[in-house]
């Protein structure tokens, strides 16, 4: 190839001779830059180059391709053992999977730590509130706990893809993180949920309600009239023909009838539900009032031997009712003992590992056995009793079977919380862990403290000790009413927005909400003094790291209401026991009387004008129960738990020391090797650039030769014939062809023109006019 620095440009005028030399010399750089693109597809270890010029070229080329390859292959090879390695630690599909003891257990290490802290709406002002004014409550908390969990019965099928297993949670008390000055032995004030959902729960027992009146008036009532009528009865005989005597018996038989037939109108005209409803509260230490006090651990996790249906359950000794009773309240949360007790009373989750499919890390396959939920809410229909002990264990329905039919699940204590199929759905992730990577903007979850699958939506990226963590939240529009949100007609959200209706999977008139009703209708919030929403302190959140799925922190913040509606139970006359008493004390002179005609030994005993048994009967019946509430109802906020999970800093050193480091080497080296694919970019068209200012160097060159070519052919031309065309078509010299013909190429390697051969001419531009090098060999 002809350097441009070899050629050298003279203006002096040439022979034709000398022309015909220096334009064989153009016409090979002509040629060769015209092959310079098959030159550079010949860049193989075999191929000579005629030039060291063309041989850099090849190499810069080489260089190019070279770093272009290596910055795809060496990225590659790296994140597929990236992903190699984060699926060692996240796919848990056998007892040796390197994350095995951290994902069974929390128990035995500090990789996990789960702090459960609990909140509660502790009422200033219940006998104002009954009688309608706005409820004042204050926050108490946090009563602090940890939380743990312990994964048994554990098995895998489908080659280590699926996993089920029975999960053991509990919670111990944190003394160190508890609000100082609270203890477990703090009482509060809240709503007795036995009272606000009393007919709900005796709804569970057929008939219940109409037997428990009878045997509450009939046996305590009409059985007392029965026995006093008979002695009667019996002192008429006695009194034989003494007509005096009869007539103050008769006299006090219609005085005795009198009280009866109060108690009786008071009977006929009263809601049986909602009679033995007050007839029980009359028996217990909290009164007549739908609140009550109790401890910050039974008001979460539940108790056992509730007053309120301890009473229940005497009526149904009584009654010799043969249904199995308990007196056990479930809480918002379970503590379970141990592992028999979980096993007992809880079916196994089957969940995918995500070892076949990356993106069915932790997916939810069953959970307690369901595909569709089911909530236990009649835990006795089928209760062996023989399986728990009464008043020391909680009870439980039967363990949800897959092949149960409706009526099956339904008869085994069961119902569904919705109303549709896709509302009691149950998929996707259980939260603790999340097919990757993470980028969608949506996120399925299943929440078993809303009952419900949902969609979290990413709303921002943050930052975790160095590490990037995308951020879902619970979307405002799933605890919207049906007003706002149509679809929530399933979920039966026909009240206010911001609250989600678990009436039917509780068996009880309960909301759920954020913590002090934040994100809901601003009535909520006026109704009840003392509530402050904050979206910094009592939103919820999922903070995931989005290569391994792993979440990294999360808060699940979530509110417990209740529904409580103006209520007024069955009241008597004030002035029952009065009346009674009044009633007694002339019956007592009437039997003095009678006495005067009766044996010593057959004299009727004075009654003591207590009423015994009557007197407490009466004392209750006439006792005030009107429970007047503001706008004759209000979503009671009972308590709130934080939920909170943040792995140590230590993981997050990890993640940069090992994952990031790797992505920054990945990144890095792919960064240097496009680096130098651009300059070899670069240098290969200035390369060319040069290679082009050659050729416009050898036109100028061609043209001189033509005017040289013009010259000649005047009379100083000393071979005139040379330039002039020949007549002869059939002359073996000089052809009629111009000089520069297009179509032929008279020279040979050693640059000399071929003796007895026709001169020939190829044109520096090529037959395509084409300059430059084409990329695209």
């Known amino acids: 190839m002809l350097d441009y620095e070899d050629h050298e440009v003279t203006n002096n005028p040439k022979s034709v001779e000398n022309s015909i030399h220096e334009a064989a010399d153009i016409g090979i750089a002509a040629k060769q830059t015209n092959n310079f693109s098959s030159n550079l597809s010949r860049c193989h270890p075999k191929n000579l180059f ?31 053992f990236v992903d190699n390695q984060i699926n060692s630690q996240v796919v848990v599909d056998s007892p040796n999977a390197p994350s095995y003891d951290t994902w069974q257990t929390n128990a035995n290490n500090d990789d996990v730590t789960i702090n459960y802290d609990l909140y509660y709406f502790d009422l200033q002002n219940e006998d104002a509130v009954l009688q309608g004014a706005q409820p004042i409550v204050t926050e108490v908390g946090p009563y602090a706990f940890r939380e743990y969990y312990n994964k ?40 007795y949920p036995s009272v606000i959902g009393f007919e709900y729960l005796i709804s569970t027992i057929p008939e219940f309600a109409t037997q428990a009146v009878d045997v509450l008036v009939d046996q305590k009532i009409h059985a007392k009239y029965d026995a006093i009528e008979k002695n009667l009865t019996q002192y008429y005989i006695d009194a034989g023909n003494n007509t005096p005597e009869k007539n103050l018996i008769i006299a006090l038989n219609n005085t005795i009838n009198s009280i009866f037939k109060r108690i009786f109108v008071f009977e006929n005209y009263s809601q049986p539900a909602d009679l033995v409803l007050k007839l029980l509260l009359c028996n217990i230490s909290s009164g007549m009032s739908p609140f009550w006090q109790t401890d910050p651990v039974s008001a979460w996790f539940g108790w056992l031997n509730d007053p309120l249906l301890l009473e229940v359950q005497k009526v149904i000794d009584q009654l010799q009712i043969p249904v199995a009773w308990t007196s056990a309240v479930p809480g918002a949360s379970v503590n379970w003992t141990s592992e028999a007790d979980t096993r007992r009373r809880r079916a196994p989750d089957t969940m995918k590992t995500g070892k076949k499919n990356k993106k069915q890390v932790a997916e939810t396959v069953l959970y307690t056995n369901m595909d569709s939920y089911w909530t236990c809410i009649n835990p006795m229909a089928k209760q062996n009793t023989s399986l728990y002990v009464e008043g020391s264990e909680f009870p439980a329905c039967p363990l949800f079977q897959p092949s149960w039919s409706p009526t099956e699940a339904k008869d085994n204590g069961y119902v569904q919380p919705f109303d549709t199929d896709y509302a009691n759905r149950v998929e996707g992730s259980n939260a603790d862990m999340f097919g990757r990577p993470v980028t969608s903007e949506k996120l399925q979850v299943f929440v078993s403290d809303i009952y419900r699958s949902c969609y979290l939506l990413h709303t921002d990226n943050v930052e975790w000790n160095g590490v990037n963590l995308r951020r879902y939240e619970l979307q405002d529009k799933d605890l919207a009413n049906a007003t706002v949100n149509p679809n929530n007609e399933q979920y039966y959200s026909f009240g206010h927005n911001g609250v989600e209706n678990a009436t039917k999977a509780a068996n009880i008139p309960v909301f759920i909400s954020f913590p002090h009703f934040y994100g809901a209708d601003k009535e909520l919030v006026a109704a009840v003094k003392g509530l402050k929403p904050k979206k910094e302190e009592h939103f919820t959140y999922l903070d995931i790291e989005p290569q391994t799925g792993l979440l990294a922190r999360a808060s699940k913040k979530l509110q417990i209401n209740y529904l409580m509606e103006s209520k007024t139970l069955p009241q008597a006359s004030p002035d029952a026991v009065v009346f009674a008493n009044s009633v007694c004390a002339n019956i007592t002179s009437i039997i003095i009387k009678i006495n005067k ?56 050193d990890d993640l940069k020391n090992s994952l990031y480091a790797a992505d920054d080497f990945a990144d890095g080296f792919q960064f240097w090797c496009v680096l130098i694919a651009v300059v070899s970019l670069v240098v290969l068209v200035v390369l060319q650039a040069e290679d082009a200012l050659h050729q416009l160097s050898g036109l100028r060159i061609s043209g001189w030769s033509q005017s040289m070519s013009s010259f000649g052919s005047g009379n100083n031309n000393p071979n005139p014939n040379l330039l002039n065309n020949h007549s002869s078509k059939s002359n073996k010299g000089w052809g009629t062809e111009p000089l520069l013909s297009p179509t032929t190429t008279p020279f040979n390697n050693n640059n000399s023109i071929n003796q007895g051969q026709q001169p020939q001419w190829t044109s520096p531009l090529g037959p395509s006019q084409k300059s430059g090098f084409s990329f695209s060999s």
Do not use: H
Not at 181 to 188: A, C, E, M, Q, W
């Open 152 to 191: 048994f019965d554990i098995s895998w099928t489908d080659d280590g893809d699926t996993v089920t297993y029975n999960t053991q949670r509990y919670y111990v008390f944190d003394p160190e993180n508890t609000d100082p000055g609270l203890s477990l032995s703090d009482k509060i004030t809240l709503p």
């Open 597 to 652: 005609y009766r044996p010593k030994n057959k004299k009727i005993p004075l009654p003591s004008c207590n009423l015994t048994s009557l007197e407490t009967l009466l004392t209750c019946a006439k006792t005030p129960s009107k429970w007047t509430f503001q706008n004759d109802k209000v979503y009671f906020p009972y308590g709130w738990a934080n939920e909170a999970v943040v792995l140590p800093d230590s993981d997050a």
């Open 50 to 80: 005629q030039t060291k010029r063309q041989a850099l070229e090849c190499a810069v080329f080489s260089v190019m391709v070279l770093s272009l390859f290596l910055a795809i292959i060496v990225p590659m090879i790296v994140y597929s």
